[in-house]
């Protein structure tokens, strides 16, 4: 049997769209070998005979197929397509694109190309070098940098220039995987959160230039409330994320418990002297903490490739740099600004932790960077 593709397109009163959409997507099963395209609408309950457009041309395409999702909101209408298209079609590979003719039905081809080249997504990004929006207005350009400047500063998400792009082609693997935890609402905001999912599961994301087009007719349902669900999004995914530095915190903690443990048994059980039994368990909970993140806080699958013995010498680093932090912050505050010794060490150990944190986040487990192509004729 060949392996399937399923695009999903959500509608909501695109009839005339659609008549001229979808026979250009059905046109490029022509230049995709070893996939068979299907096509599931989503309607959100048009009045402008939309259903009955698509009865029609599924006269003509017999992998059309229709479902009806009445809840408002774009949220909505994806995962309820989602769904559908793993429970009935079971495909390998998913795409999302609206239904207005903005997305070029001719890039699906090359998304599934591209995506044989291990990755889990491909995303038509308007923002990376060669995208173009075509007769954008400069608000709406405006509004969605703007939207994903703070997706990548709260929410967390780096290296990825366009995250509220419709146009996507993801591993369907990847979708099942997908809990939506950080969605809080049912609109727009979907895409984004779906974003945040597919990083947290550790996805292979390309972004490939897209022209983005002018709608063919009608116009956008984007809604001012649509923009106030997406900022307030934001700080759901930027919730989820924050259980990174929670990790981080707790194994840290750990480390305590393995220094004072080891030293104990140290000096106590094998009768160790302590000049020698303080240096052993210091490196002991420094061992141990690289492990605990190496294997938990950082599970290890996104990392940039490095060698074991150059990370645990980068790791070596970082407690060396927090140390240092450490006292410079203590005898700073202590003899610059006479602070008492008891809150001067508290501060230290806090500063010394942020120098620790961030050393690790970006040096000794640096996340893989996207790779962003850029097109041929470049
Ligand atoms: N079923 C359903 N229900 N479909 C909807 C709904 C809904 O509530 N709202 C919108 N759609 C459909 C539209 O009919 C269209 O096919 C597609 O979703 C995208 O909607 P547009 O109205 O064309 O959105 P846009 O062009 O302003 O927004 C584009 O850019 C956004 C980021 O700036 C889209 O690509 C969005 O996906 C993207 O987030
Ligand atoms: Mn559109």
Redesign the pocket.
């Known amino acids: 049997m060949m392996k399937r593709v399923c695009i999903v ?6 009839s005339e ?1 659609v008549k001229k959409v979808l026979p250009k997507v059905f046109d490029t099963q022509a230049n995709i070998a070893s996939y068979e395209i299907h096509v599931l609408i ?3 309950d048009s009045n402008d005979g939309t259903q009955e457009t698509i009865e029609k041309l599924q006269e003509t395409y017999s992998t059309l197929k229709i479902i009806v ?1 009445k809840k ?3 949220g ?2 994806y995962k309820a397509g989602f769904s559908h298209a793993i429970e009935t079609l079971n495909p390998e590979l998913i795409f ?1 694109m ?3 003719g ?2 070029d039905p001719k890039m699906i081809p090359l998304f599934i190309e591209l995506i044989q080249h291990d990755f889990d997504c491909i995303i038509g990004s308007r923002f990376a070098s060669g995208g173009q929006l075509i007769n954008f207005s400069f608000r ?1 350009k405006l509004i ?1 940098k703007f ?1 994903n400047f703070l997706i990548r500063v709260i929410g967390g998400i780096p290296n990825i220039l366009d995250c ?4 996507r082609c993801i591993k369907t693997d990847f979708i099942k995987r997908s809990t939506f935890k950080n969605l809080l609402t049912s ?2 905001a979907f ?1 984004s959160s779906l974003v945040a999912e597919l990083v947290r599961n550790n996805a292979r994301i390309m972004e490939f230039p897209i022209i983005f087009n002018e ?1 063919n007719f009608g ?4 809604r001012l409330i649509d923009q106030i669900d997406f900022l307030i999004n934001l700080f759901f995914i930027r919730l989820n994320q924050s259980f990174e530095l929670v990790k981080y915190a707790i194994i840290g903690g750990s480390g305590i418990v393995v220094n004072m443990g080891s030293y104990y048994l140290l000096t106590r059980v094998t009768h160790l002297n302590y000049q020698w039994a303080v240096l052993i368990a210091l490196e002991l909970s420094i061992i141990s903490n690289f492990i605990g993140h190496h294997f938990w806080t950082f599970n290890a699958k996104n990392q940039e490739e490095k060698s074991w013995h150059l990370r645990i010498f980068n790791y070596h680093l970082s407690v060396i740099a927090s140390t240092m932090m450490q006292l410079l912050t203590f005898f700073t505050l202590i003899y610059m600004l006479g602070i008492k010794d008891l809150m001067a060490q508290f501060l230290g150990i806090c500063c010394g932790f942020v120098v620790n944190y961030f050393f690790n986040t970006k040096i000794t487990w640096k996340k893989k960077q996207n790779q962003h192509l850029k097109p041929a004729n470049e």
């Open positions: 397109i959500p509608t909501l009163n695109e769209n989503v309607d959100g999702c408002r909101g774009l909505e209408a999302e609206d239904a207005d903005q997305h709406r969605s939207g509220t792009s419709g146009y609109g727009y895409q709608r116009e956008s349902k984007l």
